[in-house]
C-alpha cells in the first residue's frame, strides 16, 4: 500500500490552488491535488473543465473554501486524516461512508471504486498516467505496462 505523501508531497500542496478561481485551467497545480478522495479525477472531469464544479479538494488549503462548510462525509473524512485519498486510508475496506457511496447503483460508482482500489495498489503515479487520457471524471483502468 502507498501511504500519504510518500513521495514526497507537502501535506499543504494536497490541495494548494493558486488561482482564486476552479476552471479546470490551472495546470500548475501537482495531479495529485485533482484527484477525488473517492476515487474521481477532477482533471479530466466535465463539469469541473466547464467551470460548473470547483473540484473534489482545490481551495481548501488557501482558504477560499472551509472544509467545515463542505457536504460531501468522504472529502471531510478523508482530508481530515490527511490523507490524498480513500486509498490511502487504513479503513478503507471497512468504511461505511466510501462504501455507501461506492454501492450505489450505476456505473460511475464501481468506476470510482476500481480507481481507489487501483490507487491502493499501483500507487497515484501509474493512477495518474491512465487517468490523464480519460474524457470524464472516471474511465479505463489497466495493469500498469
Known sequence: MHGPYSDGYAKSR?????ASRYHGHMSHEPPRTYI??????????RAF??????????????GERDLAKAKCRIKVC?????????????????????????????????KYRESTQFIRQYGYEEYIRQANAWTNAYGKLGPPR
Not at 14 to 18: A, C, G, R
Not at 36 to 45: D, F, K, N, Q
Not at 49 to 62: Q, V
Open 78 to 110: 478523508c482530508m481530515n486524516r490527511g490523507y490524498q485519498s480513500c486509498g490511502d486510508c487504513p479503513d478503507l475496506d471497512t468504511c461505511d461512508i466510501i462504501h455507501s457511496f461506492h454501492d450505489k447503483s450505476g456505473y460511475k460508482y464501481r
Open 14 to 18: 494536497v490541495e494548494t490552488p493558486k
Open 36 to 45: 477525488g478522495c473517492c476515487g474521481a479525477y477532477c482533471r479530466t472531469c
Open 49 to 62: 473543465k466547464d467551470g460548473s464544479c470547483k473540484g473534489c479538494k482545490l481551495g481548501y488549503a488557501t
